[in-house]
């Protein structure tokens, strides 16, 4: 038996199948999005194991949730929506965690990488924005990760957050301001 490909197909004719129960289409789904969706969900928490089980989590939420999906929005977006709000989820549940245990502000729940050779100046810058991004506040965060790091226009990032577009350009404002002092400090 022949196994069609879709690759080439629509992501209205990917969720129809799915639906269905084509495994293959839904894998092309999730071959599809899950570069988006880690950038989102590691830009959000840094890039941990942690972060590729959110990202994992995010695609098993969407596989018993593509019965309701409506096409009322792109798929991407309906996706992106979701990376989000998982992300958001474990950042609260990180602070609850960290309050419960009264662990100092500077402690951190994230792996570093350690760098070897040439690449150690890049590393280390890396490393530098890295902490910037987490100090931020999240609502701060997710705007400076969809709009800097993975290039979302303002109207895309306002749709996908349900914000105003005068809400993200706010932020985006406010974001970068306190990644200087943030940068100056570190």
Same mark, same amino acid.
């Given at each position: ?7 080439? #197909?629509?992501? +209205?004719?990917?969720?129809?199948? +799915?639906? =269905? ?9 999730? &071959? #599809?999005?899950? &570069? ?20 994992? /989590?995010?695609?098993?939420? *969407?596989?018993? %949730? *593509?019965?309701?999906?409506? =096409?009322?929005? #792109?798929? +991407?977006?309906?996706?992106?929506? $979701? ?6 989820? /474990?950042?609260? #549940?990180? !602070?609850?965690?960290? %309050? $419960?245990?009264?662990?100092?502000? &500077? ?6 990488? @350690?760098? +070897? ?12 924005? &890295?902490?910037? *991004? ?5 609502? @701060?965060?997710?705007?400076?990760? $969809? ?5 979302? %226009?303002?109207? /895309? ?15 985006? %404002? ?8 943030? $940068?100056? !400090? *570190?």
């Amino acid at each position: 038996m022949v196994r069609e490909s879709f690759k080439d #197909r629509e992501d +209205s004719d990917l969720v129809e199948a +799915s639906v =269905g129960g084509d495994k293959q289409a839904f894998g092309e789904i999730v &071959n #599809r999005y899950q &570069n988006m969706v880690a950038r989102t969900v590691k830009g959000m928490l840094g890039d941990t194991v942690l972060s590729e089980d959110i990202g994992q /989590e995010v695609f098993i939420k *969407l596989y018993h %949730s *593509l019965p309701e999906f409506r =096409g009322e929005a #792109r798929l +991407s977006t309906y996706i992106q929506k $979701m990376a989000v709000n998982f992300s958001l989820n /474990e950042i609260r #549940r990180r !602070k609850r965690f960290m %309050s $419960m245990f009264a662990l100092k502000e &500077n402690a951190e729940l994230r792996e570093i990488e @350690f760098a +070897s050779g040439d690449e150690e100046k890049r590393s280390d810058a890396l490393e530098l924005v &890295n902490k910037a *991004l987490m100090r931020l506040d999240p609502k @701060f965060r997710i705007i400076v990760v $969809m709009r800097l790091l993975q290039g979302y %226009s303002t109207r /895309e990032t306002a749709e996908i957050l349900d914000l105003p577009v005068g809400t993200v350009l706010s932020r985006l %404002s406010r974001a970068q301001e306190q990644l200087k002092i943030i $940068m100056k !400090k *570190l």
